[in-house]
Structures are given as structure tokens and as C-alpha cells.
């Protein structure tokens, strides 16, 4: 059965996301936030972690150095065309 993959590098978040077991800090998370954790056991989804030097995600929320920036440049197929 196909799954549909879910990568992050937050270790704290995938670990909540495939343990069952709710944990004193994130009682406040409202029930409906939970439908993740369903759909793991499930076998819907399933969660993989990734270095943050590997996160082509980071270069649209985080300040990168020109080299990591320029890698996942080049690996999402972004080009610059000077104006």
C-alpha cells in the first residue's frame, strides 16, 4: 500500500508524531491535531528525518551560509536571471 512521506528535521516533532504516548508538554495540543498520529498507525503516512544540511525546506525559512543556500538552489531548480 503506498504511504505518502512526511520529512522534517525536528526530532521533538517526529518523535510526538509517532509516539501514542502524550507527553506533559503537549497537553495542550487540541484533539484534532492528533489526525497525524492516526494516520501513521494507519500506515498512511510515514515520517523520516532529515539533517538540517540536507532540508532544501530550510533556504525558504532560515538564514543558510552562501553554500548551503547555492546547494539547494541548485537541487530545488531555481534560476537567477538578473534583472
Sequence with gaps: MPYVPIYG???GVIFNA??????K???HIEIHYHYI???????EVKV????TQE???DMFTKNLGLTLFLKHRKELA?????L
Design 78 to 82: 531555481i534560476e537567477f536571471y538578473p
Design 18 to 23: 509517532q509516539n501514542p504516548i502524550t507527553q
Design 48 to 51: 523520516f528525518a532529515v539533517p
Design 9 to 11: 528535521d525536528s526530532h
Design 55 to 57: 532540508n532544501m525546506a
Design 37 to 43: 498520529r492516526e494516520q501513521i498507525e494507519k500506515g
Design 25 to 27: 508538554g503537549i497537553k
